[in-house]
């Protein structure tokens, strides 16, 4: 006998439910436009020139900003009918209030909100493809993506970069005093470089390693070594997943990494490798759980599964991968690290950052 049940021949119809959903679907159809909208104002230094002017025409702002007039004032429709930027009718000038400004321009990092925004057309730009692997199932890999580490890095100087010092070293007791004293330190999956730079910049008697699987990121985290003088830190192009450097490092950081490998548990287990005996395991990934039920009311729930389905489960499709996907969550990244040989795994989440969890380990 089967267990499903059967279906009924015409399922109750809730008029209200059906109603309240279409205005959430017209609410989140303009909510998605303006995020499209608040990237371009981050991308053409929009927000950064209205930033401190006073009502301006739209001819004014493009001339301030040395942009064209006609597109500059359609994205000013767009961002003045959001309520993002204030207009006033009669004279057809524009401002950018200051408790928007405060949140959307560079000179506010690490809180521009307008960095995130980028994501929504980076994933964008791969939807046929995804849509095609709908079908065939694989993947979509990392070279079809544009600006996927430009994005990376700009959101990950915010997120992770910005708090190294005040929050994330403190995590690991003693590891700063290590740091200044001099210890040979790994970042698995540096992308574009900016968190072994700032490291490297700040403790200058430590070596510093990172290895990414991309090219076009490894050569920007080399260029931003080099621009920052920057002896003590270099960036190779290398596949983790065959990472074979028995006890070699104090050190290991793997920033929002682990859920996209192509074999996570080997890589996983390969960072156990590496470490000396006592040395740290610094890990940050997505907060969240891995029981659906549970993120239901995630306040990034619908946008940590997208990102996943149009990028990190895709990329580790691609290579024929495990597709752990953003949203793995904490019990089964628990669950991986006691399996990786790690033991008494304390796990943090920073009081201003609630889209990551840290985990740091000692080897013992
Ligand atoms: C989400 S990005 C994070 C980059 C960087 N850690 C940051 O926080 O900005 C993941 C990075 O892992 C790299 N990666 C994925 N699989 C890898 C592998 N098997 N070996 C080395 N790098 C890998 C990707 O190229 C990408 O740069």
């Given at each position: 006998m089967s267990k499903t049940k059967a279906a009924p021949e015409t399922l109750p119809f809730d008029e209200a439910k059906s109603e309240a959903f279409t205005e959430?679907?017209?609410s989140a159809l303009n909510a998605s436009s303006l995020m499209m909208m608040?990237?371009?104002?981050?991308?053409?230094?929009?927000?950064?020139?209205?930033?401190?002017?006073?009502?301006?025409?739209?001819?004014?702002?493009?001339?301030?900003?040395?942009?064209?007039?006609?597109?500059?004032?359609?994205?000013?429709?767009?961002?003045?009918t959001g309520r993002v930027v204030d207009y006033d009718a009669t004279s057809k000038t524009y401002r950018l209030p200051p408790e928007h400004a405060r949140w959307l321009t560079r000179k506010v990092s690490p809180e521009n909100l307008a960095v995130t925004?980028?994501?929504?057309s980076v994933l964008g730009g791969v939807e046929s493809q995804i849509v095609e692997r709908f079908r065939s199932g694989g993947g979509v890999s990392y070279e079809c993506?544009?600006?996927?580490?430009?994005?990376?890095?700009?959101?990950?100087?915010?997120?992770?970069?910005?708090?190294?010092?005040?929050?994330?070293l403190p995590l690991t007791?003693?590891?700063?005093?290590?740091?200044?004293?001099?210890?040979?330190?790994?970042?698995?999956?540096?992308?574009?470089?900016?968190?072994?730079?700032?490291?490297?910049?700040?403790y200058p008697a430590s070596t510093f390693l990172g290895y990414d699987l991309c090219e076009d990121a490894v050569g920007a985290a080399n260029a931003l070594a080099r621009e920052e003088g920057l002896s003590n830190v270099s960036f190779h192009v290398k596949d983790i997943t065959g990472l074979e450097e028995p006890e070699a490092y104090d050190l290991v950081t793997a920033f929002d990494i682990v859920h996209d490998q192509k074999d996570p548990a080997t890589v996983l287990a390969n960072i156990h490798a590496v470490l000396k005996p006592g040395a740290t395991f610094l890990m940050q990934d997505i907060a969240g759980s891995s029981h659906l039920e549970k993120n239901l009311d995630h306040p990034i729930g619908p946008f940590g599964y997208t990102?996943?389905?149009m990028h990190c489960m895709t990329v580790s499709l691609a290579q024929g991968g495990a597709g752990l996907g953003t949203m793995?969550?904490?019990?089964?990244?628990?669950?991986?690290?006691?399996?990786?040989?790690?033991?008494?795994?304390?796990?943090?989440?920073?009081?201003?950052?609630?889209?990551?969890?840290?985990?740091?380990?000692?080897?013992?």
């Amino acid at each position: 006998m089967s267990k499903t049940k059967a279906a009924p021949e015409t399922l109750p119809f809730d008029e209200a439910k059906s109603e309240a959903f279409t205005e959430r679907f017209v609410s989140a159809l303009n909510a998605s436009s303006l995020m499209m909208m608040y990237s371009v104002g981050h991308r053409t230094g929009l927000f950064d020139t209205m930033d401190g002017m006073d009502w301006s025409t739209s001819s004014r702002i493009a001339e301030a900003a040395g942009l064209n007039e006609r597109y500059v004032r359609e994205w000013l429709g767009a961002m003045v009918t959001g309520r993002v930027v204030d207009y006033d009718a009669t004279s057809k000038t524009y401002r950018l209030p200051p408790e928007h400004a405060r949140w959307l321009t560079r000179k506010v990092s690490p809180e521009n909100l307008a960095v995130t925004a980028q994501w929504i057309s980076v994933l964008g730009g791969v939807e046929s493809q995804i849509v095609e692997r709908f079908r065939s199932g694989g993947g979509v890999s990392y070279e079809c993506f544009e600006r996927f580490h430009e994005t990376m890095a700009e959101e990950s100087a915010q997120t992770v970069v910005a708090a190294l010092h005040e929050h994330i070293l403190p995590l690991t007791n003693g590891l700063e005093e290590e740091l200044e004293r001099g210890i040979k330190v790994l970042d698995v999956g540096c992308g574009s470089g900016r968190a072994a730079c700032a490291l490297a910049k700040a403790y200058p008697a430590s070596t510093f390693l990172g290895y990414d699987l991309c090219e076009d990121a490894v050569g920007a985290a080399n260029a931003l070594a080099r621009e920052e003088g920057l002896s003590n830190v270099s960036f190779h192009v290398k596949d983790i997943t065959g990472l074979e450097e028995p006890e070699a490092y104090d050190l290991v950081t793997a920033f929002d990494i682990v859920h996209d490998q192509k074999d996570p548990a080997t890589v996983l287990a390969n960072i156990h490798a590496v470490l000396k005996p006592g040395a740290t395991f610094l890990m940050q990934d997505i907060a969240g759980s891995s029981h659906l039920e549970k993120n239901l009311d995630h306040p990034i729930g619908p946008f940590g599964y997208t990102i996943s389905t149009m990028h990190c489960m895709t990329v580790s499709l691609a290579q024929g991968g495990a597709g752990l996907g953003t949203m793995w969550g904490e019990e089964l990244a628990e669950q991986m690290l006691g399996e990786a040989g790690f033991g008494d795994i304390s796990k943090h989440s920073l009081e201003h950052d609630f889209i990551n969890v840290y985990f740091v380990t000692r080897k013992k």
